[in-house]
């Protein structure tokens, strides 16, 4: 199909909240690193015992390469996705899944602190998947065009809640996998992110 049939899924206020994140994770991961050229990891020397003061920038240059290259993963990692509603297929970097693939939904603090946002998370199986920003802090921050365009993918995919083999019927599947959710549940909190401190569905 030609190109025009895919609607980029910007989320930009996701990509809002990871700069704030990187923000102080960046600085303080270069410099605790940069700092690490005067401790030795055993009872040795340290680099800069060694190799004298030339070991501190040489550490800085070495920890600002490592961080630019994790900002540089972590944005690939939530490059966005597009949506083909005709073809009713997603495409995620260069690969093409159909929605009837999508089998798993996983709501994911960020981080680890409902009041920092709200992630949902679609994959197939356990290969890699999208995630989209929910709620940053109490505020719901899909719109009305892109809320729409999810849950049309979620009412096309194939999302289940699992199944333990001590739970066949599935009847405590909401409690053995926390996080995790239905078809149902899914377009629920697309519709309706829940507030800091309310359960998932």
């Keep these: 199909m030609p190109d025009e049939t895919w ?34 990891k055993s009872a040795g020397d340290s680099p800069v015992d060694l190799f004298g003061l030339i070991a501190v920038p040489i550490w800085f240059v070495l920890w600002a390469t490592i961080a630019a290259v994790v900002w540089n993963v972590v944005l690939w990692l939530n490059a966005p996705f597009a949506v083909d509603l005709g073809g009713r297929r997603l495409r995620i970097g260069r690969r093409v899944v159909p929605f009837a693939e999508i089998t798993r939904a996983e709501l994911v603090p960020v981080p680890n602190d409902d009041e920092a946002g709200l992630l949902l998370k679609l994959a197939r199986g356990r290969r890699p998947s999208v995630s989209v920003l929910l709620r940053e802090r109490a505020t719901p921050v899909l719109d009305d065009a892109r809320r729409d365009l999810l849950i049309e993918v979620i009412r096309a995919s194939s999302i289940a809640r699992p199944v333990s083999p001590h739970d066949p019927t599935g ?28 359960p998932a569905p």
């Design 171 to 198: 009847k405590f599947a909401r409690f053995n996998f926390p996080g995790m959710l239905d078809k149902a549940g899914a377009e629920q909190v697309v519709r309706d992110p829940p507030a800091p401190g309310e």
């Design 7 to 40: 609607v980029v899924f910007d989320d930009e206020p996701k990509l809002r909240l990871l700069v704030r994140l990187m923000r102080v994770a960046m600085p303080a991961t270069v410099l605790l690193g940069t700092a690490s050229a005067f401790f030795s």
